[in-house]
Structures are given as C-alpha cells and as structure tokens.
C-alpha cells in the first residue's frame, strides 16, 4: 500500500515533472520550467553569514540538522557548512538535500562530500530526487537550519511545447499541470495570489518559501532567496501577512536588478532570515549597483506602520525615508479621499482589437495611454464608434486620467492630466470623474497625484511597468480644502503654463511635510540640480 507521499507524488507530481524531463530539449529550457534561478555565491555568503549569527538553540554534543528543499547545486549547504567549520559551531551534523532534477541533486551530492571530507565533522548526508512541494509534509518542524532559493515563476503552460507536441500530448501535459495546481492550491493556500487573471496564477516561489519555513523548529532558523517583490506586490499580501503573524524576520537584504545576479534575467531579489515568533527590530541592508549597502535596523513602531501598510517594505525605493509613513499615518488613502467628495474610478473602453472599435469621425474622442503627459493631452483625431460601443454615462463627464503603462527607469512615473468631456478612455489609461462634474475638485487631485510626494509613495509599491489603480488607490493623499489660488495655478498648467515647482511645494506643505523630509523624498529620484534650486526657492517663498 502506497503512502500518503507516495500517493500524492504519483497523483500530483511525477506525471508533471516526467513531461518536463522529456520534453525539454536543452538546460535553457529546463531551467525556464522548473524555475532556477541559482543565487550568486557572494549573495549566499552574505546571507549564511547573517542565518549563523541568529542562531541560538545550540548545545553541547548536539546534531544539527540542515536542509535545503530545493537544493539546485548544493552552494548553499556548502557555504553554510563552511561558516560552521571555520566557527566550530558544532562537530556532528545531518544534512538533507531534495531536488525533482537528478543531474543537479546527484552535482550537489558530490560537491558536499568532497568538501565535507575536508573538515573534521561528523556528517550523514542525505540526498533524495523528490518533490519538495509534496516531500515536506513527513518532516515539518524537524531541522535545526534550512536554507534554500526555491524556484521561481508561476505554475502555467508554457507556449515552447506548442510546436513540438502533438494535440493529445499537449492536452496530456495540460491536465497534469492543472491536477499539479489544484494539488498546490489546496496544500498552500496561504501562498494563494489575493488575485489573479484567468486560471493560472500559482506562485512556485511563494509555495516553495511556505515549504522552507514550515521545515524548521521551534528554535529553528530559514534563510532564503527570493525575487524581491516579495514584501512589497499586491498578489503576495496573505503570504507576507502570515510571515508577519508567525515569525520573526530577523534581517533582510535588497539586490537591485542591476547586479545582474541572475544571467540575462532582469530582475531584482532578496534573501531574509526567518525564525518562529515576532518580530521586534529588523535589520534591512539594501546594496546598491555596486555592491555597496546602507542597512538601518526598523523599530517596533516602524514595523507597526509596516504591518498597516499591507506588510509592504519599501526595499526597492525609499527605506531610508520609513519615518515618511509614520508621518503620513494623518492622511487618507485615495480611495477614501475619493469616496468623500463625489468621485469615482472608471474604466471605459477595453482596446482589445480597438480599432474594430474606431473611426475617424465622431461625437468622442478617444483618448489613449501614449496621448497622455504630466498636464497635458494631445489627440489623434480617433472616435469612438457609437454604432458598435454603447459609451458610458461618465464620457459626459471632466475626467482625471493618468498612464497605466510606465517603467521604473522613467524620471517621473505617473503622468497625469484632465480630459474634457465627450472623451472617452482606454484602458491604458486610469481614469477618476467627478459624478457632479466639479473640475476643481479633478484640479486638486491633478495637482496631488502628480507631486513628488505622491508618486515617492506609489513608487514603493509599484512592482512592474504598470500603475494599476488598485496601487493608487492605496496612496495617502492630504485632505486637502478648495483652494482658488491652487485652482489657478492648476488653469495654468493645464494651459501649457510653466509652473509645476509652485505646485509641487503647494502639495508638499497640505501633506505636513517639512523642508528636510521634502528634499529627503527628492533624493529618490533623478532630478537636475537645477530643478532642485528652483524648488528650493519657491519653498522659501511659498505660503
């Protein structure tokens, strides 16, 4: 009779992964569906180095017990039991290893003992080509240390197979992908994406640091690798929650894309050390382009002000600036803002096939992401075609609209202005009317969601080349009365007026924020010296 690890891998898992080993052509591939992405060597030194100075449950004469669930080449397990030989941390010690790829489990195997037999430890080693994602369940709550990079990517077809497998074998591979997810859904539900688009959206990374975390002891400690969105995207706020809730996140380090840590693949990552409790005082070092880090340890009421901001830590931009949230805790969010003063979010054209949707003359203009500048529309001359779209009720209306698509190396990231009635959006554009068509109340907000200190805090939580409205919304904005002379000088701009520097420093001060905390917010982004001046200045001379 079958076991329940054995029952689970032959339902669930074998059938997934035997497609895969036969089907992928070359290491590229394989690699692409199994989700390596192997941790640079002096990333693995930094954080061993870290997961050895929290240890605490050590005895005399005792075994220790390590793991790595996704084990890859074994670098981490032999860079972490270099630092136990050179540190005499203990003399006997068990190591497990699990893999679902022979050649690299069989690689690590051997790279271990040639350097275990280099050292006087006492050692037993015990490498298994298994399944992490099913393996773990016989041994939760069992090793003293587990160290890992879990793989990364989302469980989903992928298109390569499409021209090389017949129809059944594309079908057969389908189902066993979507038995292998229901299978992770079920097991790790708090690694569930909040949302998703269509049937696929499970995260092999996330359900790998479940995993990890779960293998260790009471007194146990995880050190892992991780893309850094992490802590800070919408789709893994229950997993961060739960990291929160039971563990205690002893320290955490940021890699910037730029480090090309990971090939030809453009993409930013962190490692943490984790153990079972709470969290008290974190340390954060976050590295720069050239290695170098800055780190700052978060008090506990800084990871208070963390855990009401979604447990979203802002590694990618702006940690030196979390006093900022603190003093932002008197604002409202967007959406809130937006809730009290007759506003409404909208989206009003899916440009799916937009041009079927088209003309070149009509009653509504369309308006479209790229048509779209700070203050500014300029429009194609494109329509809406009536006899094919029913427009909305709000194309009647003023409309505050920004661009969706926006990258990160761009200097500014939300660039947003006002339409006039008888426009209508795409979808390429967010988009915010008034349900009473108050344009001074679109010409406040204008000028509060295209400030430094707006986008300073969207930018945190911005994860990809979009500005979803579902970000924005949770932006803390200053509750901010009518102000005529605002007004005007948003007329103004709107006119193609020269006069976004008075603006900026108008917003700044409704927020509450002084000159130092301001200039701080502007070090985060690519500003000339010039501009930097002129702020100044006008900060000086501004009520």
Known sequence: MLSVKEFKLSMFSNHYYRFINDF?????????????????YNVADEMIERVVESITFLEENKTVSIIDPFCGDGRLIISLLKKIDSMNICKKIHIVIWDVDNTAIQQAKKSIEIFLKQTTLEYDLSAELTDAFVA??????????????????????????NTRCSEDKLNEYRNSIAMYDDYMKQEFSVSLPTSK?????TNIGRCGLEVALRLIAPNGVCGFVSPASLFNDQVSLTFRKWIFENYNINSIAYFPAELKLYGSADVSSITAVVKVGTTQDLLVKVYD??????????DNQEIQVIEDNDYSIPLEFGVEAMKLETQLKKCITLEEYCKHRNLAFVRELDETRVAEKLTDNGNIVFAKGYMVDRYSFSSEKLYLN????????????????WRD??????????????????CIAGN???????TVDDLNELKILLAIINSYVFEFQARRKLVSNHVPVGILK?????????????IQIVTSCLNGKECQAVLEVKIAKLYGIDYDEYFEILKFFSISPQEIEELKTTWKSTN
């Open 405 to 422: 698509v926006s990258r990160n190396s761009q200097q500014r990231r939300i660039k947003a202005t006002i339409i006039n009635p008888k």
């Open 197 to 201: 688009f269509g049937k696929w959206g």
């Open 474 to 486: 949770k932006v803390k904005v200053p509750n901010a009365i009518q102000d005529d002379k605002l």
């Open 24 to 40: 992928a052509k070359t290491d590229y591939e394989s690699n692409k569906l199994l989700g390596k992405f192997y941790t640079d």
């Open 386 to 401: 009536e006899s094919i779209v029913q427009p909305p009720k709000s194309v009647e209306f003023h409309k505050l609209v």
């Open 428 to 434: 390429s554009l967010g988009a915010i009317y008034s």
């Open 136 to 161: 773990y369940f016989d041994e939760v709550g069992k090793f003293d240390i587990c160290v890992t990079n879990p793989p990364w990517g989302l469980l989903k077809p992928q298109k390569l197979f």
């Open 289 to 298: 382009s050239e290695f170098n880090f800055t780190k700052r340890i978060f």
